[in-house]
């Protein structure tokens, strides 16, 4: 029956044995904690307690799933199906079923989701007459969460003078009345949003003791899994429950506490101890993910926070390799890096696409990872988001860039000629559609011919649609002489996208402006790539057929032996052999928007470890040079979180990056120096310095094009340039030049590269490496 136990280290097998009384497990990343948590229940039925007097509490219905399975294996499946198991949500959902009528709300209540919510606080807004530019019904339904989260009800938010000021400074004096219109509204249709199912338990255990002293009964013993992550109301719905017996084991790990912006509360794991008397505390240290590199790694950087529980992570796993910190110059390089090096990989340790997982802090930086996969033919899937040009607010750019090139485009007409709104409804879109079909004519040029068509649409949405296309027109004559980049510009601005955008503050409105900023930084790199191919202009014609081609492989929706791109909170509990972290700069990671106070930081440090720490055999550190923010190339600085590494794990690919200073004032008002005055300081005697090595210099030679000048008399056989030659690319790999033609600065020449196919390159822009 225990033979299950014996799977246990001593460290393990101590709260897994502690039967009564509160006790604490300080689990460290990779060191077993959802098994300990497991077996502990499984032990707890074998010394005879009532599954019925078990409530389990985790974060994910995955998690509560793989545990029950687990258990079912260990003391059969009838008995685990009486386990009181599952997420937050769905074990309070159940007890409110069961008491719904005292709160006045019928046992089959509805529960809102999201979208259902955000409906109704719509609606609300609209019928209160507010300004909806102002109420954003998104931000609103933000706040009113963010309320109930934290047990400020209607009644508490009308007698807190503060919380009322802050949104009349905030601009919206009526929130609390869309508050209380949407609790009304919500109660009287029998419905329960996600927030209530905490809210409302909180209520039902506060405001009737027979009912808190039933499930005080009930639950002997509770265990809570990632207990960090739990916030205010949580928190006092487990310590109401388990206050009686005061048999409750929490299992967590604060150096993996990233959830500070949905309201989870650090302090509920840091001052476990304080909340129960005689509190048992058990460390789980040994790591059994990853090399001892990584976890002494991790551990250097975790040190650096002040506000953390003690304990020390060790792993008796193999050395393994450093950590390797790469440099590039920019994100474009810095995604060819990362396809080049999972290539390498793949082919030398003979290793599938699922091995690797790349991690970073923003959705938007997905798009120059997904487009270096797709030029190597790597396959890869984006978790927790659709793929970089699947998002509406690139498909909408797109769109309006796929109309200007070809204004049939029925499908791309119909997604944005009222997006931005612009007046032009339903209706009016049905008899356009009707009038197109029945005269065999586009959308587009029934619109051109409304004055010869009889649609029975008044004159000011008449207007609108002229309008529409006239705009559509002047990008069209735009095209004809800007570039990729120029003309998406130019729409985002033009069409009110970009200030449509703006308009939504909430997190994902931000994720999507972050989107729109990187496919434009994306066009950027585009059209100075393409500066090096010899018949290639940096058209928009060119870039949708590339964008093209990417999209054809998203719909690939085959086996799931990819590599795995996704941000780093959604990596939390995952684990892959080879991690890349990517874009270490910062104002990114750290994010410029987390910097302001000490506790925010280290909320970004307890990040960067959580991603660290999801390597087992090899994780990888980049960062570039500079970014385009909205096309502009910025001057990136390396993350602080790569200096805070302890040296002796770090590997460096490229020369490390000193911190640069950036001066605040300007270094002519001081003048010139008149060195005829100094001094001249004799030389130290010693060694002379040396100068750099065969390696270092052939290192230094990759970086350059072959020749910088436009030089009229430029010689490709001065370069060692010939038919025959083989040479490596940074972007298309190695290859061989099959023909050479023109003269000085025209030369170009036809290679034929292992990856990248036939190209015809301009030898003087050319970033060629002669191979011996």
């Known amino acids: 029956m225990q033979q299950y136990l014996d799977q246990l280290n001593e460290a393990q097998l101590a709260p897994t044995l502690h039967v009564d009384g509160p006790l604490i497990v300080i689990a460290g990343a990779g060191s077993g904690k959802t098994r300990v948590l497991t077996y502990r229940i499984a032990y707890l039925m074998s010394k005879g307690v009532d599954p019925f007097n078990i409530l389990a509490l985790t974060f994910t219905n995955k998690a509560a799933r793989e545990m029950k399975k687990r258990i079912a294996q260990i003391v059969g499946n009838s008995e685990a199906k009486n386990l009181w198991m599952g997420t937050f949500h769905s074990v309070f959902a159940k007890i409110l079923r069961f008491e719904a009528d005292k709160l006045g709300y019928p046992s089959n209540f509805t529960i809102y989701d999201t979208q259902d919510s955000q409906s109704v606080i719509r609606s609300i807004i609209k019928e209160m007459q ?6 954003k019904y998104k931000q609103v339904f933000s706040r009113i969460s963010s309320y109930k989260n934290s047990l400020i009800t ?21 929130l609390g009345d869309i508050y209380k219109n949407y609790v ?15 809210l409302k338990t909180n209520e039902l255990l506060t405001r009737f003791p027979d009912v808190l002293a ?17 916030n205010h109301s949580q928190y006092l719905i487990v310590r109401a429950l388990s206050d009686r017996f005061q048999n409750i084991c929490v299992v967590g790990d604060d150096a993996q506490s990233i959830y500070a912006f949905r309201g989870a509360n650090i302090n509920n794991i840091l001052n476990f101890q304080k909340d129960y008397d005689q509190v048992s505390v058990y460390r789980l240290e040994q790591n059994y993910r990853s090399t001892k590199n990584i976890v002494n790694a991790a551990n250097s950087i975790i040190e650096k926070n002040k506000t953390r529980l003690e304990k020390v992570v060790w792993t008796a796993n193999d050395e393994g390799a450093k950590i390797k910190v790469n440099r590039t110059m920019t994100d474009g390089d810095e995604g060819r890096f990362v396809a080049r090096s999972i290539f390498e990989i793949q082919m030398s340790e003979q290793r599938q696409p699922h091995d690797f997982a790349v991690l970073y802090r923003t959705n938007a930086q997905s798009r120059a990872i997904e487009d270096a996969l797709r030029k190597k033919d790597i396959p890869y899937r984006i978790y927790g988001g659709l793929s970089f040009y699947q998002r509406k607010e690139i498909k909408d750019v797109l769109a309006y860039l796929r109309l200007i090139l070809n204004p049939k ?17 339903q209706t009016t879109m049905e008899r356009l559609i009707v009038a197109a079909n029945h005269y065999d004519r586009t959308i587009f040029e029934v619109i051109k011919a409304l004055d010869k068509i009889n649609l029975k649409i008044n004159k000011g949405t008449q207007g609108k649609l002229e309008d529409f296309a006239t705009m559509i027109e002047s990008f069209q004559v735009l095209n ?4 990729a980049f120029q003309i998406a510009e130019h729409v985002t601005k033009k069409t009110g996208l970009l200030q449509e955008l703006k308009k939504d503050g909430t997190p994902e409105g931000i994720a999507r402006i972050e989107n729109m900023e990187e496919l434009l930084n994306g066009m950027r790199d585009f059209v100075e790539e393409q500066k090096e191919l010899a018949d290639a202009t940096g058209s928009l014609s060119e870039f949708l057929e590339d964008v093209a081609l990417a999209t054809d492989l998203d719909n690939d929706k085959g086996d799931t032996n990819r590599v795995a791109l996704m941000t780093v909170h959604l990596a939390k509990g995952l684990e892959f052999p080879y991690v890349y972290i990517v874009g270490m700069e910062e104002e990114l990671f750290p994010s410029g928007m987390s910097m302001n106070t000490r506790s925010e930081l280290e909320e970004e440090r307890r990040l960067f470890y959580v991603a660290l720490t999801r390597a087992e055999k090899q994780a990888f550190l980049t960062y570039t040079q500079s970014r385009y923010r909205w096309g502009k190339l910025i001057d990136a600085e390396p993350s602080r979180f790569i200096e805070e590494i302890d040296e002796g794990y770090l590997e460096y690919l490229t020369p490390k990056t000193e911190q640069r200073f950036k001066p605040l004032i300007d270094s002519d008002i001081f003048g010139e120096v008149d060195k005829s005055k100094l001094r001249m300081r004799k030389p130290v005697s010693g060694t002379p310095p040396k100068g750099p090595t065969e390696e270092q210099r052939r290192k230094l030679r990759k970086m350059k094009p072959v020749s910088s000048s436009a030089d009229k008399n430029f010689d490709p056989a001065e370069h060692n340039l010939n038919v025959g030659t083989k040479v490596e690319h940074v972007r298309f790999g190695t290859g061989e030049i099959k023909k050479i033609e023109g003269v000085g600065a025209d030369t170009k020449a036809e290679i034929q590269f292992d990856q990248g196919g036939l190209k015809k390159l301009l030898l003087r822009f050319a970033k060629l490496e002669v191979l011996d």
């Open 409 to 425: 485009d029925e499908e791309a007409l119909k997604r944005v000629i009222n997006y931005p709104a612009r007046g032009i409804g």
């Open 480 to 483: 004809a002489s800007y570039d």
């Open 130 to 135: 507010l300004d909806k530019d102002i109420y």
């Open 214 to 230: 039933k499930y005080q009964n009930r639950f002997r013993y509770i265990l809570v899994d990632e207990y960090q992550d739990t």
């Open 154 to 174: 209607v009644k508490a938010y009308f007698q807190n003078p503060e919380l009322m000021e802050a949104d009349a400074m905030a601009k919206m004096p009526r």
């Open 184 to 198: 009304e509204r919500c109660f009287k249709a029998g419905a329960m949003d996600f927030d209530d199912l905490l």
